[in-house]
């Protein structure tokens, strides 16, 4: 492997270094975002610009389907940090869809990739450490919704 290959993949997300949470399905939902990260971060490194743009989309769909999926399981049951945690959601959304903005009106490649690298990808281990792993217990306790 040459030492540029090498910088490019210490930059993808490895799974098994995501912070893991005592609810399997939630790690699933994340297993499948890291591997959209990755894919995105491929179509970057040597992608046709459609191909970026597709993989920015599927992106953040699949952060809705995550999202959702999350907050279904917690709202409406007394759990106390639930708008916190669909603030950070929203907040990590709304930044995901600038830089799809951004990337649909210039192609900075560089300006996409170091969004995802810098803020995307610390974002989504410090949202899992500090409230999907708060969460999880929540719903191991609690049980799911009937
Ligand atoms: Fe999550
Ligand atoms: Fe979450």
């Given at each position: ?10 930059f993808?997300?490895?799974k ?16 499948d ?9 491929h179509t970057l490194?040597d ?13 953040l769909e ?9 907050e279904?399981m917690?709202?409406n049951r007394g ?6 945690h669909?603030?950070?959601h929203?907040?990590?959304t709304?930044e ?10 210039f192609k900075?490649?560089e300006?996409?990739?170091?969004f995802?690298?810098?803020d ?5 281990e410090?949202?899992?450490q ?5 969460a ?9 919704k009937?």
């Open positions: 492997m040459s030492s540029e290959n090498f910088a490019t993949l210490a993808m997300i490895d098994k270094q995501l912070p893991k949470v005592v609810y399997d399905d939630m790690n699933r939902v994340h297993y975002e890291a591997d959209l990260i990755n894919a995105l971060l490194e992608g046709e610009d459609q191909a970026v743009t597709e993989a920015m989309e599927a992106l699949h952060m809705k389907v995550h999202f959702d999926y999350e279904g917690l709202k759990f106390s940090m639930f708008d916190i669909r603030h950070d929203a907040r990590i709304n995901t869809r600038m830089a799809y903005m951004n990337w649909r009106n900075d490649r300006a996409l990739s170091e995802i690298e810098d995307f990808i610390e974002w989504l410090l949202h899992i500090a409230m999907d792993s708060v999880a217990e929540f719903l191991q306790k609690h049980g799911e009937e």
